[in-house]
């Protein structure tokens, strides 16, 4: 800003247009500083702004890359403990399954057991049952046989007796025959000519050679004697 000079020969007017020049000037400068310390203030406020935006903005990529991080841990723990527990199931289904097995497998031994042993049992009973038919046969048969061998054996002796008897009964017959005829002779040697030629051998014999003669028949040492067959017990 110039000074403006004062003389004699300056005028008022003069003067104070040069006050008002020096005014203008003043502000003029004045305004000059507060626009330079306006723009200096703007741009210190815009780098602190820039400064601001960049830290958030780092702050917020950090906050982003952290929150990544722990959605991504997360997300793995997660995967493992889905992984881990259909490990689980897979082992508990697996578990299970070789306990149905096992258990399938047992009753299907115990009711292959019990079958064997019902088996073993009915055929033990049927060769029991088998063995006691074939023994009672073969005593029945042995029994059959000793009664049939018992039985022809008494016919047998009931046939030899007979046989016997019969011959035995022949001769006593013929022997009874024979002393008849000699008795008859006698007799019919004792009686008159006329008695032996007319009159049968029957009407000829009197009473006491009837008698005589039932009584040798009957009683006498000449009587026959035909045994009865016993069977043996």
Known sequence: MGVVENGPSRTPSAAA?????SIVAAAEA???RMRREAEEQMRARIAEGD???ENRVTAAEEEA???LRLAQTEATRLREAARAEAEQQKSAAATEALTVVAK???????????AQAAAAKTREEAETGSREMLREARTTSSDVRTEGLEIVGNLREMGDSLRSNAERLLRDVQLVHSRMVAQLDRTDGGLPPAARSGTPISARRGPGTRSSTRSSERGGPDDLDVPE????S
Request: charged share 35%; aromatic share 4%.
């Open 17 to 21: 247009a040069d006050r008002v020049a």
């Open 30 to 32: 004045a305004a000059d």
């Open 51 to 53: 400064r601001a935006a």
């Open 65 to 67: 890359a952290e929150i």
């Open 104 to 114: 399938a497998q047992e009753e299907a031994e115990k009711m292959t057991a019990e």
């Open 229 to 232: 067959f016993i069977p043996p």
